[in-house]
């Protein structure tokens, strides 16, 4: 199969849909590979590196979609790259749909197969792909949290872990799942008092037995959020409902009772965010406050670490860009009902139920 590899256009975006070792890996089982060039410039991931593993290298991205048949990208396509999409191509990134409704409507246009990292599926329900840029995003949380609480930077002037004699900073988690996991074990490395807020009893029972004494759980009420957002100076929005956009769990109304210069990191942002107040934001301009609240949306927060984050990710996706090469998209999704369950656009139609939902647009399974 002929494969794509574009350089990332997204605002300081400098991961790469496939590093030259998994160039070297789809080579060698006899698939051709383009690379425009440039494209993993940036994480030092340099043209010539490619080319050794055996990638052609192209100088735009219009050349590299016209060559390839399957699109490895990392995020989401931009309006450019729609453009350039066809009902020949299949594209293979991250999509986040669900609050991207002129994106889906592009990619219903282009009459592509667009199957998305963040709903591919395994055998355990969780989501393989969205997994390694989750623990990047939680471990991130913490560090950009305590980086904006410092008073430089318009917070409360607060140190995480606090010092002997000074308590701690109050770190509210909202969401237990591998966001919230990693976020909690960076807050709890650094000596911060964290509480985790989760609807699942059993996945409480298991963060209780995990972390023992070292945090606190508590059933995520409207009451009890409140109450925890109030007394916090970090909170963590790490809610995921797969394919479909984040419910909103922190109000307007609740960033009034809380302390003024505290922090709202929203991991949930690329499907629509889970604080009432956020919106998008990017790594050139991270943050902005509402009601004197430190907000910081970033988008694609896993860029701001791109050479770990494409690691990270490649490590992951291969397989599946391994299946999808040698059998093609459609028998490979026959064959894999997990890569099925990725599929979010097909031959001009919305393919994942949760998306159709979250969009108002018609489902066609």
Known sequence: MKIGVPKEIKVHEY?????????????????EVFVESGAGLGIDFDDAGYAAAGATILASAAETF????LIVKVKEPQPLEIDLLEGRHTLFTYLHLAADRVQAL??????????????VTD?????PLLKPMSEVAGRMSVQVGAHYLEKEQGGRGVLLGGVPGVAPAKVVILGG?????NAAQMAVGLRADVTIYDINNDRLAQLDAQF?????????????????????????GAVLV?????????TRDMLTTMKRGAVLVDIAIDQGGCFETSRATTHADPVFVEEG?????????????ARTSALALNNATLPFVQRIANLGAVRAMAEDRHLAAGLNVANGVIKHQAVAAALDLPFNP
């Open 15 to 31: 991961r790469v849909g496939l590093t030259p070792a998994s160039v070297a890996d789809l080579v060698a089982a006899g698939h």
């Open 66 to 69: 016209k060559a390839a048949d």
């Open 106 to 119: 592009g990619l219903m246009r282009s009459g592509a197969t667009c199957i998305a990292y963040e709903t």
């Open 123 to 127: 055998a355990n329900r969780s989501l």
């Open 177 to 181: 799942g591998v966001s919230g996991l």
């Open 212 to 236: 023992g004494t070292a945090i606190k759980t508590a059933f995520a009420s409207k009451a009890s959020i409140a109450e925890g957002v109030a007394n916090a100076d970090l909170v963590i």
């Open 242 to 250: 797969p394919g479909a956009a984040a419910p909103k769990l922190v």
């Open 293 to 305: 609240i430190i907000h910081y949306c970033v988008a694609n927060m896993p860029g701001a670490v």
